[in-house]
């Protein structure tokens, strides 16, 4: 089993920045696919940004392309959604999720894909106001 908590959402204005974090927990692999994904209440949930931890690779869908920058830090077992120039449309709850990768398979857009991952976080509010 693998526990994610996010951490780090809070309330800003239009334009500014907040950097998200998720700390893994449990069961050890060698490698996974992460990724973040939002909600809006209503709405179907949508993946923002994939990462590889085996490659190091990255994934991002066309909105937050150039705002925002997926990473981890290996040695603290947590994954960061640094989200800069943020817009009021980026509101939502923001969720982490994993999925242990012995092999690559979330390259391109299935690394933002929600059928592609089996373990969850709670979620962390971020709210943009204009």
């Known amino acids: 089993q693998v526990q994610l908590q996010e951490s780090g959402g809070g309330s800003v204005q239009s334009g500014g920045s907040l950097r998200l974090s998720c700390a893994a927990s449990?069961?050890?692999?060698?490698?996974?696919?992460m990724a973040w994904f939002r909600q809006v209440p209503g709405k179907e949930r949508e993946g923002v940004a994939g990462?590889?931890?085996?490659?190091?690779?990255?994934y991002y869908t066309d909105s937050v392309k150039g705002r925002f920058t997926i990473s981890q830090d290996n040695a603290k077992n947590t994954l960061y959604l640094q989200m800069n120039s943020l817009k009021p449309e980026d509101t939502a709850m923001y969720y982490c999720?994993?999925?242990?990768?012995?092999?690559?398979?979330?390259?391109?857009?299935?690394?933002?894909?929600?059928?592609?991952?089996?373990?969850w976080g709670q979620g962390t509010q971020v709210t943009v106001s204009s």
């Open positions: 990462f590889y931890t085996g490659g190091g690779t990255t």
């Open positions: 449990g069961a050890r692999y060698s490698a996974y696919c």
């Open positions: 999720a994993a999925e242990p990768a012995p092999i690559p398979y979330c390259t391109g857009g299935s690394a933002i894909l929600e059928s592609e991952y089996n373990y």
